[in-house]
């Protein structure tokens, strides 16, 4: 991820700065003990303007994630909401990637991190597919990662939170150095649980699957968007425990996220996929997925919030 900040602006706890300053002290809580909440957003250009992804849902999550780690938010809900999209008309943004972060920041040091304050910035730039236009038209190369999902009874699936990546690291890192686009992980059980920052779907006989949230992974709001699309398009939708023998025998296996919206997956393990490409029925979902963020038909889930 790279990105232009010669003219961008940075909202932090309630005030726009230049990007350049947007800076915390090297001695915040946030930089020893990873205690950060966050999310990742899409806002979409289409022939309507500019639309944020179903932006409650991911400012719900945030707060949730916030609650589960004690983070107290200064701001309500809809004023995070309201930064967010000022945060994309600032920076006169169309088709972007938002992220907003709640941080403990500069106070104590030490494990506790209750005396420290908590700060809030959300940041947003132009960004294209996080896995590359070939993959989303192609599919991807995936290994399935020796590094395992934590058990929940270790840190909390559900919540997005920053310490919670160095887990997902590993498994990209270890998926770079073997030649891989991307990770898929399995929990602490050894049955599929996510990617190292997707959810994952597979095809079996025209029915989709894709590991019931209690598999260490994130609840999803792509995930969710996927599950209603597929659902309205007429495919039966099995939330279950996988094996990870069912990835290499499916028809079709695919990522969804923020980042990754619909990517297709054309091998594991060096093993073909299906028919080694984008199968028919992940390309329906990944181009009617596109035609509601572009306005192409009808919203009727009410996922488009307007600038």
């Known amino acids: 991820m790279a990105w232009d900040d010669t003219a961008s602006k940075v909202w932090m706890d309630g005030e726009f700065v230049d990007w350049k300053d947007a800076t915390i002290h090297s001695l915040s809580h946030v930089v020893h003990y990873g205690t950060s909440v966050f999310e990742g957003i ?6 309507n303007g500019t639309a944020v992804f179903r932006l409650k849902e991911h400012v719900r999550r945030l707060f949730d994630s916030a609650k589960i780690y004690k983070i107290p938010i200064p701001y309500t809900e809809e004023e995070i ?4 999209k000022e945060t994309v008309r600032v920076n006169d943004l169309k ?3 938002i992220r907003p972060i709640v941080f403990r920041g ?5 494990v506790n991190p209750l005396n420290c304050p908590v700060n809030v910035v959300i940041a947003a730039w132009d960004w294209g597919s996080y896995l590359g236009e ?5 599919g991807v190369d995936i290994g399935v990662s020796s590094w395992r999902k934590p058990a929940p009874d270790t840190f909390p699936a559900m919540a997005k939170c920053g310490a919670n990546y160095m887990n997902s690291q ?11 686009d991307e990770a898929i992980m399995l929990d602490y059980t050894g049955y599929v649980s996510e990617g190292s920052g997707e959810n994952i779907f597979l095809v079996e006989d025209g029915v989709l699957h894709t590991p019931s949230l209690g598999s260490s992974n994130l609840r999803g709001i792509t995930r969710d968007s996927i599950i209603k699309v597929a659902g309205d398009l007429g495919y039966e939708v099995i939330e279950e425990t996988i094996s990870r023998e069912r990835l290499y025998l499916a028809d079709e296996v695919f990522f969804t996220g923020t980042a990754a919206e619909v990517t297709p997956i054309r091998t594991i393990d060096g093993k ?10 992940a390309e329906k979902i990944q181009s009617t997925f596109f035609e509601i963020v572009e306005a192409k038909i009808e919203d ?3 996922w488009l919030d307007y600038i």
């Open 42 to 47: 899409r806002a979409y250009s289409n022939e």
């Open 81 to 84: 909401a309201e930064a967010i």
């Open 95 to 97: 088709s972007c990637y």
């Open 106 to 110: 500069y106070g104590e040091l030490g």
């Open 134 to 138: 070939e993959g989303m038209a192609n």
């Open 170 to 180: 590993l498994a990209k890192i270890e998926a770079i150095e073997h030649g891989y």
């Open 272 to 281: 073909t996929i299906g028919i080694g490409k984008r199968g028919p029925i």
């Open 300 to 302: 009727k889930y009410g």
